[in-house]
Structure formats: C-alpha cells, structure tokens
C-alpha cells in the first residue's frame, strides 16, 4: 500500500511517499482503508520531534511507528475475531494508528459510525480536535450555561471546535484569532471576536469565568488578570515555547500554582475516549457541531500538509484525501 513514511525526525520533508506492506490486524483491531486522514499540530510535533520532551514517549532518535496520522475517516476493509461493532464496508471515523497511508489499524473501541451527515474529510477533521475541545471545556473547565468563555486559537482545528462546543453548552463566547479568521470564528457562533494583531484581550477590562488557551504563549500571569475572581484557566497549547518543553512549562506552573491561588488553573492532556468520539457524533448529528475543513491535499502532499499546520496559522482542520 502507498503510505507517508517518517525514518526521522525534522523537517517536513522527512516524509517520504512509499510502498510497504499494510499493518497487520490483531484479535481487537480493525484495518480501515482510509478516504481522508487529520493532520493537527500534533501530527508536527511527531515529524519535527520537538519538543523534545515528547520524544521520551515516541521514541529518542527517531519516531518509533513509521506513519505519521491519528485522525482517520474511511470504510471498514477487514476486521479481528473479537471484533463485534463492525463489519467490513461499514463507514467509521476516529483514532488509528498512520492514518496517511491507504490503510490504518485502529482499536474497535477508538471507532465510531460516522455521523451519515459528514463527508470522510469531514469526519476525518473530528476526532483528536473535537476530543481535546471537549475535555477542556467539559472535565477541565467544567463550563456551566450562561458562563463568559473565552478561547485563543479559535480559527484553527482545536479551536473552531471549542467555539461551537462553548456555544452548545449555553456559553457567551469569545474567540481571539487572526485578522483572516474573524468572519469565520462569528459565523461558527462567537458572540464576539477579538484580533490579537490588533488588541491584546489580557489589556482588556472584561472579564471571564473560563478560558481555554489553545494558541499563543501569554504569561499565566497576564491571563488570570482577566479571569473573574473564582475563574477557570485552562491551558491546552501554545507554539511558541522552546525546544525541550514547548509550551509545557506553562501547563506545569499552572497545576504547581493552582491549590496556592483562587482560580483554579488547569493543564489538559486529552485522551481518545469511545465515549466521548460519540458524544461528539451526537452534537455532528444534531446540528449543533460542524466540523470546518480548511485546506485539503492529496495523499503525496502529505508534506505540504504538515508544513502548513506548521506555520502556526491553520484555518480549522487540515485533511489529506486518499
Ligand atoms: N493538551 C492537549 O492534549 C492537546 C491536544 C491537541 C492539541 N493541543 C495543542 O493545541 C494547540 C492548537 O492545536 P490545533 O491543532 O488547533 O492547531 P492549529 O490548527 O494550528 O490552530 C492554531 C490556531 O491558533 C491561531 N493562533 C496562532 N497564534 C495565535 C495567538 N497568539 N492568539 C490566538 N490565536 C493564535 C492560528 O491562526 P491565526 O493566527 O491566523 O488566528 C491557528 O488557527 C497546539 O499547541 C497543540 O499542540 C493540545
């Protein structure tokens, strides 16, 4: 099968077009043969190894499984002997590993129907952008009906999900984002919309009950300036921290500062949970979520893909197409 292959970490040219063989389905798993793939900032981290940190997990001089891609949307080719909830020819979206590639393995219990409304680009822009943004207004933020939320990086694939998750849960929301995202981030429900070129929200007098920071570097310190005083940060991402910890510095000083402060402060690591996949079908269902796909590339773009996402400034979900 053709599949995007990584020997190395750096930049996005170390992916590589080529044909190898497809992966081999265990007892519980499900071969998927992939219409369209996700590609998140995540996925750049595992092509750049940066930052660092993460390498301890994936593997310290080179990236241990060789297909880059998570998110993945396609149909069911073959499927495990302890596999009950699907059958071969079913259409699924969720979490797999190497999703760019013409066939990925993913655990039954990381699958779902796709939601019948969506195309496969669609779902495949759900699941670990859609996931994250749940956990990190729901369990982390714990969001209540009638909150003020407000949430950086609102153009972008985590982001554009927050604000429609935000606004189902009955939040005012407030999105920050570029200047060429802000008709987008109104038309996905923001009530308002801050450009960050042109205003710094943290120099602003309003105030919120939670933020979600998902893109950006503030201080923790000029973010909680404008949390109400019992307030919720949660701090979710943010490129532009170095190269050993990335933005996770400011996710640990926020949990160590936490029990000594009024706000409560958050880190998030988000999890694929069945569950929640569906959670998020339901909301696709009834109309209360749409995934945005911004820029779409075939299979041998993959690099081009990645490259993008990398630029920082992504406009909601990048999908390659297979
Ligand atoms: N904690 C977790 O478990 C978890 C899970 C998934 C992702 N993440 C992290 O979440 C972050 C976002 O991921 P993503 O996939 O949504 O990335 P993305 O698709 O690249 O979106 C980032 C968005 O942020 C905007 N942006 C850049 N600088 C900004 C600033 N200073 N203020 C406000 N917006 C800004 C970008 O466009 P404009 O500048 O044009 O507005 C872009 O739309 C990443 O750091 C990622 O690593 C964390």
Redesign the pocket.
Known sequence: MKAIVQDRYGPADVLELRDIDPPAVGDDDVLVRVRAAGV???VV?LVTGLPYLLRLGFGLRAPRSRVRGMDVAGLVEAVGRNVTRFRPGDEVFGTCEGAFAEYARARQDRLAPKPAALTFEQAAAVP??AQ?ALQ?LRDAGAVQPGQKVLI????????TFAVQLAKAFGAEVTG??????ADLVRSIGADHVVD?TREDFTDRPHRYDLILD?????RLSRLRRVLTPRGTLVI????EGGRWF??NDRQLRATLLSPFVRHRLR????MQRERDLRTVAELIEAGQVTPVVGRTYPLDQAPDAVRH?GE???????VITV
Do not use: F, Q, W
Not at 236 to 239: D, L, P, Y
Not at 312 to 318: N, Q
């Open positions: 998140d900032a995540g981290h670990v952008s994250t990190g950086t990086g609102a153009g972008g694939g985590v982001g920050v984002c570029g200047p060429d995202k960050y998902i893109a950006g570097n503030r979710m991402g943010g490129e990335g933005g880190m998030l690591m988000s996402v920082g400034h992504a406009r909601g979900k990048v």
